[in-house]
């Protein structure tokens, strides 16, 4: 049983990423441990927000008063974060459910450790707690107490090549490089190489529910050229074997002629509503940015909103057939704030 400890938190993330090297690529941890150790609110906090990036997100503990995991049961700053991480591991459905299928089909786990895609950079090596989240995103969880002056936990992380944006902040991170980042309680450094996409379900759907959403909230991260393929079945039988499944291909061509692309989905479409909402989450560019949006042949009906703190735009589409094609074109100037 495991004890609930820092020391405890600081091993787990290294030893779920290496635990792929053997072929335990979905691996279950009791988050927040199971007993004995201490109680820190902080330590639990940290511990959910690493639970919700890793394979299997799941609160377990022996059944004491003391040991109990309920976010109702800790101080008001820890039950908030905690809540609102809890909600975004639903939201993440989408993105995992199709990393899960990938390691089914291509034998890519979920969670890999950085030397995997870079095998030849010392650092990726020297890195222990921090790995890749599937195709689009590096994690690496706090597993520190917090600084009592800066009031923020610490950690050390080692960039690839390319640019890179935190999810929760929206700043953009030059790559090449070994930075210390900080972080109150409310989020963790979770980054996304530029070019990346991450379809999420919209928080308004969230429920005990597992159908297909009939909102998806899709995050682009701009600067370079990516692509992502959404992938869904029934979630519950073995038809996808028969071709029972459907796929969304997402593309962001940004290099040549700036523009993303949601194409028709292929396949079973009867497994996913006819109709489906779109929120288009564009990180790093100006509320001037995109030039046209179109469904299909015509001009889609568009309500835009603007971070300006993040630099992020937002683009919503209202009950879109999924057999047209979303095409989103970007300014021919459009570059990276």
């Keep these: 049983a495991l004890p609930i400890s820092w020391e405890s938190l600081d091993y787990q993330p290294y030893f779920t990423a290496n ?7 979905w691996w279950s941890h009791d988050i927040g441990g199971h007993r004995n150790g201490y109680r820190d609110d902080e330590l639990t906090t940290r511990w959910v927000q690493f639970g919700v990036f890793s394979p299997i997100m799941r609160l377990h503990s022996s059944d004491e008063v003391f040991t109990g995991k309920e976010p109702w049961k800790f101080c008001a700053d820890s039950e908030r974060v905690m809540r609102r991480f809890l909600k975004l591991r639903h939201q ?15 034998n890519i786990p979920l969670i890999c450790p950085l030397y995997y895609l870079h095998p030849d950079a010392g650092e990726a090596y020297d890195r222990r707690n921090e790995y890749y989240f599937g195709s689009e ?5 706090i597993t520190c107490h917090t600084d009592p002056e800066t ?11 390319g640019q890179w944006t935190d999810v929760f902040t929206g700043v953009r991170y030059r790559g090449s490089r070994t930075i210390t980042m900080h972080r109150d309680i409310d989020t ?4 996304a190489r530029a070019g990346g996409i991450v379809p999420l379900q919209s928080i308004e759907e969230i429920s005990s529910r597992t159908d297909n959403p009939k909102h998806l909230e899709v995050c682009v991260f701009c600067g370079a050229d990516g692509s992502f393929g959404l992938y869904e079945d029934d979630g519950i039988s073995f038809d996808y074997k028969s071709g029972g499944y459907v796929t969304t291909a997402m593309t962001l061509d940004w290099r040549v002629s700036k523009r993303f692309v949601i194409t028709p989905a292929k396949g079973g479409t009867r497994l996913i509503p006819e109709k489906r909402s779109y929120t288009l989450r564009f990180y790093g ?9 179109t469904i299909g042949s015509g ?8 971070d300006e703190t993040r630099h992020i735009l937002a683009l919503e589409l209202v009950e879109v057939p999924i ?7 970007f300014r021919t100037d459009t570059a990276l704030l």
């Design 323 to 329: 057999t047209e094609e979303v095409r989103v074109q």
């Design 299 to 306: 001009a889609a009906d568009v309500k835009s909103h603007y």
């Design 151 to 161: 009031r923020t936990g610490t950690v050390r992380i080692w960039l690839p090549e």
């Design 92 to 106: 993440l459905i989408p993105y995992t459910y199709t990393m899960n299928h990938r390691f089914h089909a291509e």
């Design 137 to 141: 995103l590096i994690v690496s969880p």
């Design 19 to 25: 635990a792929s090297n053997v072929g335990y690529g």
């Design 285 to 293: 560019i100006g509320a001037d940015a995109v030039e046209a949006v």
């Design 188 to 191: 963790i450094p979770v980054l």
